[in-house]
């Protein structure tokens, strides 16, 4: 299936870094949100965006709605051990079924 | 705790078996999804209900499956006559379907393993 292609596909930080991580994708999303996985959970809702340009924090998260309307982009300051874990970016369409496009994740691993 | 649930989270069963899982929503939602992740790979969509109707199927959604959602509140997601690489996880997830938010909240999954 079709799936965003984010990248990098892992990291290994140490603690205190800074992390960016990026998502493209060929089609156009009106609505682009980032979730955090820990193995053998759900994924975990961080961060909705919904125009393009837009910025948007949660606490050291950070995301922004590329102004093409197919990428975008997230940033995690001063990272921390429980940090660790995969964080995955999704495009949807709003108002055409609204289902999630995945991309393939970055694994972030925090060294103490 | 109002988050999704999903039973059983793990299941394990011989190919040829018939596997049925459910989602419980967030109460006030009235759209749910199923997607499919296998190892190393994000979700993939499956399907989606608006209450009780079924709206939207995926082609990864062969005809052994079948989900349902009878009275819009909680869905079953039936997998007739497993087979290895029905292996994966399932998960669901709901969100309100209208106003301006279209955010997607995930169940913690059922892990299904096919022998």
């Known amino acids: 299936g079709q799936q965003l292609n984010q990248s990098p596909q892992s990291m290994f930080i140490q603690e205190g870094e800074d992390v960016s991580m990026n998502c493209t994708s060929s089609?156009?999303?009106?609505?682009w949100l980032w979730y955090k996985q820990d193995p053998g959970e759900g994924p975990v809702l961080l961060i909705a965006?919904?125009?393009?340009?837009e910025l948007t924090s949660n606490g050291r998260l950070t995301a922004q709605f590329g102004i093409t309307r197919k990428d975008s982009f997230l940033n995690i300051s001063a990272s921390i051990p429980s940090d660790v874990g995969i964080y995955f970016c999704?495009?949807?369409?709003?108002?055409?079924?609204?289902?999630?496009?995945f991309g393939g994740g970055t694994r972030l691993m925090v060294k103490p | 705790d109002t988050g999704v649930s999903q039973n059983p989270r793990h299941k394990i069963t011989k190919r040829g078996q018939n596997v049925t899982f459910r989602c419980d929503p967030i109460?006030?939602?009235?759209?749910l999804y199923w997607y499919r992740q296998t190892l190393g790979q994000g979700p993939e969509f499956l399907t989606y209900?608006?209450?009780?109707?079924?709206?939207?199927k995926s082609r990864l959604l062969s005809d052994r499956f079948s989900a349902e959602r009878p009275k819009g509140s909680f869905s079953t997601l039936e997998i007739q006559r497993t087979e290895q690489g029905d292996s994966a996880m399932y998960l669901c997830?709901?969100?309100f379907g209208g106003g301006v938010s279209y955010e997607q909240y995930f169940g913690p999954g059922t892990r299904l393993t096919v022998t």
């Open positions: 997830a709901s969100s």
């Open positions: 209900f608006q209450n009780e109707a079924q709206l939207e």
């Open positions: 965006l919904y125009k393009a340009g």
């Open positions: 109460s006030e939602h009235n759209r």
């Open positions: 089609s156009i999303f009106n609505t």
């Open positions: 999704a495009g949807q369409l709003r108002n055409a079924g609204n289902m999630l496009t």
